[in-house]
């Protein structure tokens, strides 16, 4: 094969900076020794900086001939020297090294592999697929992301927050999906945060979103690399932040808290079953404690005459209207949530369990509690926590306690006047001036209120 059939180095310095723009973690090393001159480019975050100091930096001041670094380096068995532009930006993205070398280029292979610092999903758990997360390590994650998407249109914009902390982010997204208004909008919001101290993902998401005041998130956190990807193959843009294993996803709309990464794994059928489990329980558990009040105390004409004497039944040693014993078992089951989280992990499943069962039989034999609460609970409960995302699942535990309140003084009416308003308050919403219920909307492409959301 002759020498003309493989790319010249200034057409491979050209393509590199075209196609490697705007991408924050590209490096070049000039190497100069005597009149003698080498070039290196690499992406820091996909190569191993121990292998490029030890083989590449070091041995050039060692070898004090190009020839003989050329011919040192071209000894390994994974260097090779591309013959077009596809070859040599495939290799960079995968993490390779371009020498130059006078007028040729040449790639070395030096990946970076991060496995022993990587752990498992803790709260995004799937059945199948990847189980790895985010680490503290801002390197670590970019690293991540770029082993599983690697094309020269993901870029990487770095920033730092927080006048004293002077924390670290990284903006990532892909060039020819992501919108501009939302990256602009995104910079200029981050730009605005002021505070002295910036320490997790979440603290970015409080201070970035718009309205200050709400009950939903607007922006996704995520441990998961493979949800990241996803979303941002989806045009959407990721932050990463050093010292947080997590990444903010934005713009994020309603149904996207209702998406786990086994549903892209699952045949179609079972992943739109799996969803539609999941809001049904965001009915059950928003709706259940609020219906038994309504149902109980208001409108028992609504049931069944079996059922109305099952729960009258039920409730007869019960001194206290069902809204108090509604009230009674969220407040101790919300109370065994946060102790689980509290406690050691060694003692806190066996804690919370044995105080529950205690709890729950010692409140139905002094009749404090009906049987059919007990069940009511736990079936909240459960169907509190399918919602993949902590983050919505935290505002739909609020969420009940309104409904309970309108059912108390309104009965079925407050039920239904309560699910009508908070669709009105969901359709307001905007994530970076996209529709929250965006799914369930027509797209009239219209970009909406900017600053909204």
């Known amino acids: 094969m002759t020498s003309e059939q493989y790319l010249n180095a200034e057409e491979a310095r050209q393509c590199l900076q075209e196609h490697l723009r705007n991408v924050g973690d590209i490096e070049q090393r000039e190497l100069k020794n005597e009149g003698e001159h080498a070039l290196l480019i690499y992406l820091k975050s996909m190569c191993d900086p121990a292998m490029i100091n030890d083989n590449l930096i070091n041995r050039f001041y060692e070898l004090n001939s190009l020839e003989l670094y050329d011919q040192f380096i071209r000894s390994f068995p994974s260097s090779v020297e591309p013959k077009d532009k596809?070859?040599?930006?495939?290799?960079?993205?995968?993490g390779c090294v371009a020498i130059f070398i006078r007028d040729s280029v040449l790639l070395f292979d030096a990946v970076l592999v991060n496995a022993g610092f990587i752990q498992p999903a803790s709260t995004e758990n799937v059945i199948q697929g990847p189980n790895d997360s985010f680490t503290e390590n801002i390197e670590v994650n970019l690293n991540l992301i770029r082993h599983r998407y690697q094309t020269e249109n993901l870029k990487t914009e770095f920033m730092t927050l927080g006048k004293i902390s002077q924390t670290r982010i990284i903006i990532m997204y892909d060039a020819y999906k992501v919108e501009e208004t939302v990256l602009e909008e995104l910079r200029k919001r981050l730009s605005e945060i002021k505070a002295d101290i910036v320490q997790s993902a979440s603290e970015i998401e409080r201070h970035t979103m718009h309205p200050k005041f709400r009950l939903y998130p607007t922006l996704?956190?995520?441990?998961?690399?493979?949800?990241?990807?996803?979303?941002?193959?989806?045009?959407?843009?990721?932050?990463?932040?050093?010292?947080?294993?997590?990444?903010?996803?934005?713009?994020?709309?309603?149904?996207?808290?209702?998406?786990?990464?086994?549903?892209?794994?699952?045949?179609?059928?079972?992943?739109?079953?799996?969803?539609?489990?999941?809001?049904?329980?965001?009915?059950?558990?928003?709706?259940?404690?609020?219906?038994?009040?309504?149902?109980?105390?208001?409108?028992?004409?609504?049931?069944?005459?079996?059922?109305?004497?099952?729960?009258?039944?039920?409730?007869?040693?019960?001194?206290?209207?069902?809204?108090?014993?509604?009230?009674?078992?969220?407040l101790a089951m919300e109370f065994l949530t946060e102790a689980s989280v509290r406690l050691p992990k060694a003692i806190g499943q066996t804690a919370t369990t044995v105080g529950g069962l205690i709890l729950g039989t010692a409140a139905t034999e002094a009749g404090l509690v009906s049987n059919i609460m007990i069940i009511l609970v736990s079936a909240v409960a459960i169907t509190n926590f399918v919602i993949p995302i902590t983050m919505m699942s935290s505002g739909i535990r609020v969420t009940k306690y309104l409904f309970i309140v309108l059912a108390t003084f309104f009965g079925l009416v407050g039920i239904v006047l309560g699910m009508v308003a908070m669709i009105m308050y969901l359709t307001s919403l905007r994530s970076f001036g996209k529709p929250y219920l965006k799914m369930f909307a027509v797209d009239w492409n219209k970009k909406g209120d900017q600053r909204s959301g």
């Open 86 to 94: 596809q070859e040599l930006l495939r290799n960079i993205l995968r």
């Open 220 to 330: 996704m956190l995520t441990e998961r690399p493979d949800r990241t990807v996803l979303n941002i193959s989806q045009g959407k843009i990721a932050v990463l932040m050093d010292s947080t294993g997590y990444a903010l996803l934005l713009p994020a709309i309603f149904n996207d808290f209702f998406t786990a990464m086994d549903d892209k794994i699952q045949l179609p059928p079972i992943g739109w079953f799996l969803k539609g489990i999941r809001y049904i329980a965001l009915f059950v558990t928003v709706l259940m404690p609020s219906l038994y009040v309504a149902f109980t105390s208001y409108n028992p004409e609504i049931l069944r005459m079996q059922v109305t004497l099952l729960i009258a039944g039920s409730r007869a040693t019960v001194p206290y209207p069902s809204f108090f014993e509604v009230i009674f078992m969220l």
